[in-house]
C-alpha cells in the first residue's frame, strides 16, 4: 500500500517549457487535490478533483491545468512554465471532499529558470 | 475571508520542556480543523482532526484541543524526533482547506 505517489521528484524546466507532473493514489479515495507550497506562503490549493469525472479551481490556478484520468490518477500540467512556478508541488487525496483528513504525496520540486 | 494564524513562526525547546504551539483562525462555518507534521523535503502527514469546540485528540506526547476560535497543539516532554513542522487547516462551508504557514519545533537533545 504505497498511499500517494508522485513523479518526478525534483525537476529544472527553462521558462516557456512544459511538463506534467503524475500523481497516483491506491486508497481508493475520491477525492484528489494539487497544492504548491512556497516560503512563507504555506501550502495553497491549486485545483481539485471532488470525484472522477470534475475538477474545479482552488486559489490559485492560473498557469496550470489538471486532468483527472481516472480514479486513482490526477494529473497537473504546466503549459508554459514561468519562474513564478518554482515551488514544491504536492498531491494529496481524501476519501470524499470535505471534512475528510487528507494524505499527501512525497512532493515535486521544481525549478523554473 | 478564511485566514489561519500559526504563532510562533519557530520554537526552540529541550528535550523533556513541554509547550503548546497556536492556531487561530477566522472561519464561517468551521466543519473541521486539522493537523499535520511535516519532515523536512517530506509531504505533510496527517495527525488530528477536530470537528466542534471543546473536542480533544491525543497521540503519544502530542495532545490537540479547539475552541471556538484557536487551537492549541499541546506537547508534552518531548524528544528530538518530534522536530518538525506541526501545520494547521481548517475547512469551511466552500470544502476547500485553508492552511496556515506552519511552526517550526526544534527539540534539542
Known amino acids: 500500500n504505497a498511499g500517494v505517489t508522485q513523479t518526478p521528484k525534483f525537476q529544472v524546466l527553462k521558462t516557456g517549457q512544459s511538463m506534467t507532473l503524475q500523481c497516483a493514489q491506491d486508497?481508493?479515495?475520491?477525492?484528489m487535490y494539487w497544492y504548491r507550497q512556497d516560503p512563507g506562503m504555506g501550502l495553497r490549493l491549486i485545483y481539485y478533483?471532488?470525484?472522477?469525472?470534475?475538477?474545479d479551481k482552488g486559489e490559485v490556478p492560473n498557469g496550470y491545468n489538471v486532468s483527472r484520468l481516472n480514479k486513482r490518477e490526477f494529473s497537473l500540467r504546466l503549459e508554459s512554465a514561468a519562474p513564478s512556478q518554482t515551488s514544491v508541488y504536492f498531491c494529496?487525496?481524501?476519501?470524499?471532499?470535505?471534512?475528510?483528513?487528507?494524505?499527501f504525496g512525497p512532493g515535486t520540486r521544481l525549478t523554473v529558470t | 475571508e478564511d485566514q489561519v494564524t500559526q504563532s510562533p513562526e519557530a520554537l526552540r525547546l529541550q528535550e523533556g520542556e513541554s509547550s503548546s504551539l497556536n492556531c487561530s483562525y477566522t472561519?464561517?462555518?468551521?466543519?473541521?480543523l486539522f493537523w499535520y507534521r511535516q519532515d523536512p523535503g517530506k509531504g505533510p502527514e496527517f495527525l488530528f482532526t477536530?470537528?466542534?469546540a471543546g473536542e480533544e485528540k491525543e497521540k503519544e506526547r502530542l495532545k490537540a484541543t479547539l475552541t471556538k476560535k484557536e487551537s492549541f497543539l499541546h506537547i508534552t516532554a518531548p524528544k528530538p524526533e518530534d522536530s518538525a513542522t506541526y501545520l494547521c487547516?481548517?475547512?469551511?462551508?466552500?470544502?476547500?482547506?485553508?492552511f496556515g504557514q506552519g511552526t517550526r519545533l526544534t527539540i534539542n537533545p
Open positions: 487547516a481548517v475547512q469551511a462551508p466552500s470544502q476547500k482547506l485553508v
Open positions: 472561519v464561517s462555518g468551521l466543519r473541521g
Open positions: 486508497m481508493n479515495h475520491n477525492s
Open positions: 494529496a487525496s481524501s476519501e470524499n471532499n470535505g471534512p475528510y483528513e487528507q494524505y
Open positions: 478533483s471532488a470525484s472522477e469525472g470534475t475538477t
Open positions: 477536530l470537528y466542534s
